[in-house]
């Protein structure tokens, strides 16, 4: 699986520090309240919901450099569109490493 990295967000914020750190600080915040409601959405088979809540959170996978886990984020939406959840375990090893990454900062 790979990694999340500073490649995308250090193109997109021309070596702007600061405006790393808000960055950081918003997806920090976020992401873990994003990630459970998401999590709380596919156990209620709340598939229409779960995919508002890919949505969201795939812009943060991009942010983190996750190119191929923004395409698999991308079809768990379409799918989870089509009550499809087949990709959630997949979803949910993102989501962890996404995790780890954030609280390791």
């Known amino acids: 699986m790979e ?3 500073f490649s995308y967000l250090n193109s997109f ?7 790393e750190e808000k960055i ?24 229409d919901l779960a995919a508002n809540n ?9 942010l983190l450099g996750l190119e ?3 395409a698999l ?3 768990h939406e379409l799918n989870l569109n089509e009550d499809n959840n087949n990709l959630h375990e997949k979803f ?6 996404m995790t780890r990454f954030l609280n390791e900062l």
């Open 3 to 5: 990694e999340p990295n």
């Open 13 to 19: 914020t021309e070596g702007d520090k600061a405006f």
């Open 24 to 47: 950081l600080t918003v997806l920090k915040k976020e992401f873990p309240e994003e990630r459970d409601v998401y999590l709380k959405n596919i156990q209620a088979k709340k598939f």
């Open 54 to 62: 890919v949505h969201k959170i795939k812009h943060k996978i991009s």
């Open 68 to 70: 191929v886990s923004y």
């Open 73 to 75: 984020a991308n079809q």
């Open 92 to 97: 949910t090893e993102i989501l962890d490493t």
